[in-house]
């Protein structure tokens, strides 16, 4: 049974960083596409990142050049470093997996992490 559990998330204040991980096990993920998607309150979960077995990436635009998003095919641990935070990455950040790869494409993930918080204050 796949299992991923993120975790890093916390209250950083405008213009801090903070490293998300999520850790994956059930299964091997090497082949996997892997990605973090973010939601607030209100609005659908939105990829932001994302990465292939391969190492090849892609991002929305409002996190390229602050977000890097990488993976430790060893550990089978995903990342997400975030630099320069503004308040509106205000968000839960939930990772996700799957053999095929969907790139920022939610509906079509189906394995999802349970979330952590990311509060960035003004």
């Known amino acids: 049974q796949v299992h991923l559990a993120e975790s890093g998330g916390g209250s950083v204040q405008s213009g801090g960083s903070l490293r998300l991980s999520c850790a994956a096990s059930?299964?091997?993920?090497?082949?996997?596409?892997m990605a973090w998607f973010r939601q607030v309150p209100g609005a659908e979960r939105q990829g932001i990142a994302s990465?292939?077995?391969?190492?090849?990436?892609s991002y929305v635009d409002s996190v390229k050049g602050r977000f890097v998003i990488s993976r430790d095919f060893g550990k089978d641990t995903l990342y997400l470093q975030m630099n320069d935070l503004k308040p509106e990455d205000t968000a839960m950040y939930y990772c996700?997996?799957?053999?095929?790869?969907?790139?920022?494409?939610?509906?079509?993930?189906?394995?999802w992490g349970q979330g952590t918080r990311v509060t960035v204050s003004s």
């Open positions: 990465i292939d077995g391969d190492g090849d990436t």
């Open positions: 996700a997996a799957d053999p095929l790869c969907p790139w920022l494409s939610q509906a079509e993930y189906n394995y």
């Open positions: 059930g299964d091997t993920f090497n082949g996997f596409c």
